[in-house]
């Protein structure tokens, strides 16, 4: 397993088997279905990865690579594979990392049963490229990323950059799941960026078959962020129309504020496996978000700080998600339908859409 990895025997600490049994096992469901999952051999890294990069980037340290043998050994850990009911798979999208050879090793397990997997694809990847893949492997979309686009700064980057029209057009023609990933615009951070949510309703206007899915929960880390963002995409969107996915958010309070304003219909589980794995939290100061990792791990990372009290990335995320349901009064069919019923139905809805070649 990767070696930064938390969950080998040792590192699976007692602190993190009690928020498991008191926080997050009683409000399992039976069924999990992972709408985030990264996977890929080491052999598609490249070995230059330079210090620079890592600096910009402390993801590259701790996940550029994991195995679907891997990813099940985690899953195991976590929740035990028996829950494991189906998982949305890609690659990690690095400038690192050989997407061509990635895509193949993705797709090589796709069974379109419970392996799912979406093309992660560069803004310089044509058409031709992604038939044959959807033909050969039948990949249900793409997940495009900022670091694909060969620039640097990234507060400058839109999302047409980053998601070609190539991308869009098979999309929409074989009604396609696109998963985006929002940054920060000029400042205004994702869902609550108004350059972004204007370029989202020009790509559904000429695209109208995607399905959209925002990871993260649209970059909502911090309640106000959620709560401004998610009035901006329900005003130009109305409350059901984009997917959103859960992971690595660690705020109650902003899933607090999806759960009662947008359609619980669209808010998916998602672990992030990889990222997921190592030891940290979001907290937010006002609308800023910061990330607690252990400091004695990534010394230089900015934002790093102590705190031995921090458990794995995913447990901080379902706990939170879970609090927000107790809130909310949520019976155990809510938990199904954010835990498995709402993927599961989206994914059905596109491996049977006629257009797919079935
Ligand atoms: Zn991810």
Partial sequence: MTKIVELSNESYKK??????ELEIEPYLTEKIFDVHAHVGPSSVVSNNITEERIKERFELTTCSSLTY?????AFDILFGSKRFSGGLFFAYPF???NLEKANEYVGSRIDNSKIFGLITASPYHKKDYFEELIEKYGFIGFKPYPDLYDFKDESKIKIS???????????????????????????????NSDEYLQEIHNIFEKFPDIKLIIPHMGRAHCPKIAEAGIKKVIKYFGNDKIYFDTSTCTQRKSFEI???????????????????LIRAKFYCIDDEKKVLVPREKFPWYKESGFNRDVSIFVYESLSELFKALRNLGADRSMLNKLMYDNSNNLIKEVVKSESFGN
Avoid: C, P
């Avoid at 043998?69 to 050994?73: A, G, V």
């Fill in 15 to 20: 602190y993190d088997r009690e928020k498991y």
């Fill in 69 to 73: 043998e891997d990813y099940f050994k």
């Fill in 95 to 97: 400038k690192e990392i």
């Fill in 161 to 191: 950059d980053y998601v070609s029209e190539d991308m869009l057009y098979i999309a929409n023609k074989y009604k396609l799941i696109l998963l985006i990933h929002l940054k920060s615009y000029n400042g205004g951070q994702g869902i």
């Fill in 258 to 276: 999806f759960l009662e304003n947008y359609s619980t219909d669209k808010i998916l589980f998602g672990n992030d496996i990889g990222v997921s």
